[in-house]
């Protein structure tokens, strides 16, 4: 079963984000409240936990939740596997798959921190369709692929 492990945020970006109890997704904007809200394709960031294991393999036990600046943290389904227009049901919203990895500016805090950064290579990106709650242990729903 495909869960929400967090929900994350931040008032800057390039830098880590810190989890929250809940947060409230708005269409044509995102997570209310975190510095990547805006009316553009990447309104939401989500990078599953299978990813961040990786990191956590190669070493670097300590990671976090939010680390990699991603407002959504997921379990139980490979994100970056979907295809671009997927829908996904996350908590009470309805986001749609918009951009798969993005290209890293060199220097981000994250990587400095971290070392790597799996956000380019696994992280996906989304556009919130229908407005609502999200919060950890809510359930993900894959309602279309295109």
């Not at 810190?18 to 995102?30: L, Q, S, V, W």
């Not at 070493?59 to 976090?64: A, N, T």
Request: net charge neutral; hydrophobic share 40%; proline share 3%.
């Amino acid at each position: 079963m495909a869960k929400v492990l967090a929900v994350n945020i931040s008032e800057k970006k390039g830098v880590p984000k810190k989890a929250i109890a809940k947060g409230y997704f708005e269409p044509n904007h995102g997570l209310c409240g975190d510095a990547h809200a805006a009316d553009w394709h990447r309104q939401v960031s989500l990078l599953g936990n299978e990813s961040i294991e990786k990191i956590r393999k190669a070493g670097l036990l300590d990671i976090e939740v939010g680390r990699f600046a991603e407002n959504i943290t997921t379990e139980g389904i490979i994100l970056y596997e979907l295809p671009l227009g997927t829908k996904l049901k996350i908590g009470e919203t309805i986001m749609e798959i918009t951009q798969i990895g993005k290209e890293c500016h060199g220097g981000c805090a994250i990587k400095r921190q971290v070392g790597d950064c799996v956000m380019p290579r696994e992280g996906v990106f989304a556009k919130v369709l229908e407005p609502g709650w999200v919060q950890a242990g809510d359930q993900i729903e894959v309602l279309e692929k295109n």
